[in-house]
Nanobody, 124 residues
Framework: QVRLVESGGGSVQAGESLRLSCSLSEITLKNYAIGWFRQAPGKEREGVSCIGSSERGTVYADSVKGRFTVSKDNAKNTVYLQMTNLQPEDTAVYYC?????????????????WGQGTQVTVSS
């Protein structure tokens, strides 16, 4: 059974950092692009970042460029989202999702598998 499990969320102060992890089971990072999405209370889910299966491509939402970095460890079958200088507007449930192939996009309909999410709360 395919599983994506997010971890690393928590409550921090503005300006602090967190690193989220997305661990995959039954599928391999060599075949899937991984996207990070988030959903804030009362808002629609939005794309945050994506890394392709070949690592040639990454993409970021404008709101996180320069603060968030996506990376992966194929040996551990895990993708990371390093988040720095967190702000209250980054408060959301963060999800990782897997899309077959190397397409680096942040359209939800392109993703086949989703994790359950991890909460990130940033206070001012």
């Amino acid at each position: 059974q395919v599983r994506l499990v997010e971890s690393g969320g928590g409550s921090v102060q503005a300006g602090e950092s967190l690193r989220l992890s997305c661990s995959l089971s039954e599928i391999t990072l060599k075949n899937y692009a991984i996207g990070w999405f988030r959903q804030a209370p009362g808002k629609e889910r939005e794309g945050v970042s994506c890394i392709g299966s070949s690592e040639r491509g990454t993409v970021y939402a404008d709101s996180v460029k320069g603060r968030f970095t996506v990376s992966k460890d194929n040996a551990k079958n895990t993708v990371y989202l390093q988040m720095t200088n967190l702000q209250p507007e980054d408060t959301a449930v963060y999800y990782c999702a897997a899309s077959w192939g190397d397409l680096v996009v942040m359209e939800e309909e392109e993703y086949d598998y989703w994790g359950q999410g991890t909460q990130v709360t940033v206070s001012s």
